[in-house]
């Protein structure tokens, strides 16, 4: 068996490594990682003080050599080697197969103060990639600038856990592109009414220590400035190699790169002409790509992913894309409902949905979100899918059915978590660690936190019981 | 004892109300003067368009053998009041007669509301309410040239049509950033701008008319717009909104509303016991209304009560509108302006051929309205759900 190489060690590569083993690789698999593997999605949870920072580290992978703390440095493509460095070392490392899942890198954006001389961030400035950059954000008064997922994100982690929290964008409202203008607002509204002051339609110019300086001379009072302004593929070694890179590192529905004996996938891939991110993404590339190095496929047809913002204070979801909604042939379906904060625009073609914004409306985001990952058709009565019965209090546990889906991202129903339970997984951790239900977007976390709940009192013998 | 009754007005809804006393008098208590300032019996103003295209007065008629050869019936044309004595309980007619009453309506309806633009009494100028404005525009219209209509409503938009169908090209200015913006959103008045377009009507919004000039003989021959352009034009309708006509309100000393009208109570009664208001002219409750159902709803009210009968308030009006151009179709049923934040609006839209907009009370989920337009359910299927939760499939019937 050939040796598989895989550069950066973040969940792309995780996974691919654990699923080459699962489909029978037997060869040497190596993964050569700047830093430990890290589950980002959960590190605004650490921000908001509900996870420990060593939650977020990926479990240690079997069978694998995983070489963390090595900086991979260059690609030789005619001698199939790398060369990386670790610690005041140069190692080399040869291939068959090369794999780069290097991510994506934060953009940070030109602002006076921000960098130091070296080129380095600030003290008091950072951007938020790595459990370590959680214990960067200090002081009483934040400042997050960005209006996009991660930036709501870290402003509604921050103001959880009780900080002067203000959240600057470029737009009048964040997600403005992707919600539109009347759900943007709503979020806009909801994340005042939490404690976050939004500032939009502003950026930060300059700043000097403990205070930024927006564009309308605007100057605030900011310990600690986050930049969450974006990231873009991390392409170094690709471009340093020579392969065909645009806004990524170009792949086939192989996933291969120019090279034929080099891959990518993740963060750092594009395919298609698109590099969306995304560990949803990640990981349906990584088990294709496990199944194609295995001689278990021969392509990778992407299949469409449920965007769910991570934030305790509103429900926001979208799937497909926001230009969907304006091409020609499309019907559309628009709930607005300013008093309950609920709002719905769906894009449809026939029976099938194309793409759609869900503000306030949960119920509907697992129907919706399994019939656009599938291509089925919608239910008819979507007034009653987005509407739901009329309100009144349901009793806790009572809206789950039997076979209800949990975890959308990795289709986890409700018969699979009764039976990690019965076999012993008695924790949230646990019962993700059996079922992978919590790990992709987390929007599932509360739920599967009330289902350990109340399994728990039904499995204690109540004391009638007992007598 | 026999009263009588004074009508000022003998239009659509003054016309309903002699017409339904006269039918709950059974014991002839009640006779009749009516004083129409048109030479014409009352006739169906809504269908006015259809004059244009062939239909005569007579099918037009409200006002059957019957009625016009009642004898307590004293309609007398072409002779309108011009004051009123209320201590004298008298109406002066044009021609200088004193008409004692024991009870007055006053159904005067409305007048067409012509902006103050310069140029605006050249020839060829019209408004849109009468035969006798249609006769003039018949006589006025050449087939194949332009004309403009100022305003972009309801009745802007049917005047169009009039005149496409007598062969004239019409442009319509509308200062609103879309047709109809009393009635719709921009999303609906999408659907209605590409299909008033394919009917040949050229639609110019956020621009207003500036000034009309004139041929030498007197005739309109260009408007101006506030945006610049110069449009060639052969003949011009104002259908810029309409005016309540509360003149009498002054002789009378009785109370008008803030945007004009005969302030009257939800019985449609002035402050003067003996006089009454109904139709377009009434400001029932500060508001009136450009619609025939209220007015309808109005002339029962004070028959009935008129004739001794119990009665029940104007209450809220159905303020259901449906725009009449053929093969356009846009319509609002309900209630389409519930208050702010209090109701789910929802919207089916595909492409700019249709359009539905409906609102759902925010807490019951029951339907309180909505507006179509194009290929859409009708208003006679959807205004019967009003006040229900909506059907399982209500899309269906939204967008068939
Ligand atoms: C705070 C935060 C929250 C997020 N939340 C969500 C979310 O809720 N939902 C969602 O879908 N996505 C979320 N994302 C995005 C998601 O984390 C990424 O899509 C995912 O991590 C991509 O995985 P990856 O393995 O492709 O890249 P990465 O996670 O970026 O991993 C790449 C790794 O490669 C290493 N590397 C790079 N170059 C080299 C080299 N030359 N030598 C050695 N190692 C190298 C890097 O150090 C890094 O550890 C979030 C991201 C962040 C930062
Ligand atoms: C072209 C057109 C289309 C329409 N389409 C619709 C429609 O589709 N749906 C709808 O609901 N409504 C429609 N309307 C509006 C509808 O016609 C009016 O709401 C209705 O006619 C109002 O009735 P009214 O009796 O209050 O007023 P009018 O019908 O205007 O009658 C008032 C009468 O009083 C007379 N008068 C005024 N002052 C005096 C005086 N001092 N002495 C004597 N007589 C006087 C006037 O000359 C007039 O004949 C339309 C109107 C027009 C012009």
Redesign the interface.
């Known amino acids: 068996m050939s040796g598989i190489l895989v550069v950066g060690d973040g969940p792309a590569a995780h996974r691919l490594a654990e699923r080459l083993r699962g489909h029978g690789h037997t060869g040497p698999l190596t993964v050569l990682g700047a830093e430990p593997a890290h589950h980002r999605p959960l590190l605004t949870d650490v921000v908001a003080g509900r996870l420990p920072a060593e939650a977020v580290r990926l479990p240690p992978l079997p069978d694998t050599r995983v070489s963390t703390g090595t900086v991979v440095t260059g690609i030789d493509r005619a001698r199939h080697e790398v060369r990386a460095r670790q610690g005041g070392t140069e190692t080399v490392h040869s291939y068959d197969t090369l794999v780069l899942a290097t991510g994506a890198r934060p953009v940070v954006p030109d602002i006076v103060g921000a960098t130091g001389g070296d080129g380095h961030l600030a003290a008091g400035v950072t951007t938020l990639r790595t459990a370590s950059d959680c214990a960067r954000i200090t002081g009483e008064t934040v400042v997050v600038l960005g209006g996009g997922p991660l930036g709501v994100e870290t402003a509604s982690a921050l103001a959880a856990r009780g900080t002067d929290t203000t959240l600057i964008c470029a737009h009048p409202h964040p997600l403005h592109e992707r919600l539109g203008e009347t759900c943007a607002a709503l979020l806009t509204e909801t994340l005042e009414q939490a404690g976050v002051t939004m500032l939009g339609g502003r950026t930060v110019v300059r700043r000097t220590p403990d205070r930024v300086l927006l564009d309308d001379g605007t100057n605030l009072r900011a310990d600690t400035l986050v930049l969450c302004t974006g990231a873009a593929p991390d392409v170094r070694l690709a471009r340093a190699a020579g392969l065909r890179v645009r806004t990524g590192i170009v792949v086939d529905d192989r996933l291969r790169t120019s090279d034929p004996h080099i891959h990518a996938l993740g963060d750092c891939a594009e395919l298609n002409g698109r590099a969306p991110g995304g560990v949803d993404t990640a990981w349906a590339q990584a088990d294709a790509l496990a199944a194609i190095l295995t001689g278990h496929a021969t392509v990778h047809r992407p299949t469409p992913t449920v965007f769910r913002l991570r934030t305790r204070f509103a429900d926001v979801s979208c799937v497909g894309d926001p230009a969907d909604f304006d091409r020609?042939?499309?019907?559309?379906?628009?709930?607005?409902?300013?008093?309950?904060r609920?709002h719905a625009r769906l894009a449809l073609r026939d029976e099938h949905l194309v793409a759609a914004v869900l503000f306030g409306v949960p119920e509907a985001i697992a129907a919706l979100g399994i019939a656009h990952r599938y291509g089925r058709p919608v239910p008819?009565?979507?007034?009653?899918l987005l509407?739901g019965p009329?309100?009144r209090p349901a009793p806790v546990g009572s809206e789950t059915d039997e076979d209800a889906l949990v975890c959308l991202c990795n289709n986890v129903r409700r018969p699979a978590l009764v039976k990690a339970w019965q076999s012993g997984a008695r924790t949230v951790t646990a019962l993700a660690g059996a079922t992978r239900a919590t790990t992709g977007c987390g929007g599932c976390g509360p739920l599967v936190a009330r289902l350990c709940d109340d399994w728990e009192h039904e499995a204690r013998p109540a004391p009638e019981r007992a007598r | 004892m026999t009263r009588t009754l004074v009508v000022v007005g003998h239009g659509m809804v003054g016309h309903r109300l002699v017409d339904r006393l006269r039918s709950l008098d059974t014991s002839g208590d009640w006779r009749f003067v009516v004083l129409a300032e048109e030479a014409h019996p009352a006739y169906n103003r809504m269908a006015l368009s259809s004059y244009l295209t062939g239909r005569t007065r007579n099918d037009l008629a409200l006002a059957d053998r019957a009625f016009l050869d009642d004898p307590r019936v004293d309609l007398r044309l072409a002779c309108p009041a011009v004051s009123a004595d209320r201590g004298a309980r008298t109406v002066l007619t044009a021609h200088g007669e004193h008409v004692p009453y024991d009870a007055l309506v006053l159904a005067t309806g409305s007048r067409p509301f012509v902006p103050p633009v310069p140029g605006r009494d050249a020839g060829h100028c019209f408004v849109y309410r009468t035969f006798d404005d249609l006769d003039g525009i018949r006589r006025a219209a050449r087939r194949g040239l332009p004309a403009v209509v100022v305003g972009g409503g309801l009745l802007g938009l049917e005047a169009a049509h009039g005149l496409s169908r007598l062969g004239m090209r019409p442009h319509v200015v509308e200062s609103a950033p879309h047709p109809m913006p009393t009635q719709l959103d921009a999303g609906a008045a999408r659907v209605l701008h590409r299909g008033a377009t394919e009917l040949g009507l050229d639609l110019r919004c956020r621009t207003a008319v500036a000034s009309i000039e004139a041929h030498p003989e007197g005739t309109v021959g260009a408007v101006r717009l506030t945006d610049g352009t110069v449009l060639d034009c052969a003949l011009l309708v104002f259908a810029a909104g309409v005016r309540p006509r509360d003149e009498l309100a002054a002789a009378l000393g009785l109370e008008r509303g803030d945007r004009g009208g005969i302030v009257v109570d939800e019985y449609c009664r002035t402050t003067d016991e003996r006089i009454w208001a109904v139709g377009e002219c009434a400001a029932v409750q500060g508001r009136c209304h450009g619609l025939v159902a209220p007015g309808y709803r109005m002339a029962d009210t004070v028959a009935r009560r008129l004739a001794g009968h119990p009665v029940e308030a104007v209450g809220v009006p159905d303020t259901s509108t449906e725009l009449k151009l053929l093969g356009v179709h846009v319509a609002t049923f309900g209630t389409t302006d519930p208050a702010?934040?209090?109701?789910?609006?929802?919207?089916?839209?595909?492409?700019t051929t249709r359009y539905a907009k409906v609102f759902?009370q925010?807490?019951?989920?029951s339907l309180l309205g909505g507006v179509l337009a194009g290929d859409t359910g009708s208003r006679a299927e959807l205004g019967p759900l009003v006040g229900r939760?909506?059907p399982?499939?209500?899309?269906?019937l939204l967008?068939p």
């Open positions: 020609p042939g499309a019907r559309t379906v628009t709930l607005t409902d300013q008093a309950n609920r008819s009565d979507l007034l009653g509407l009329p309100a | 702010a934040g209090r109701a789910v609006e929802i919207v089916f839209a595909e492409d759902l925010h807490d019951t989920g939760r909506p399982a499939h209500f899309e269906r967008l």
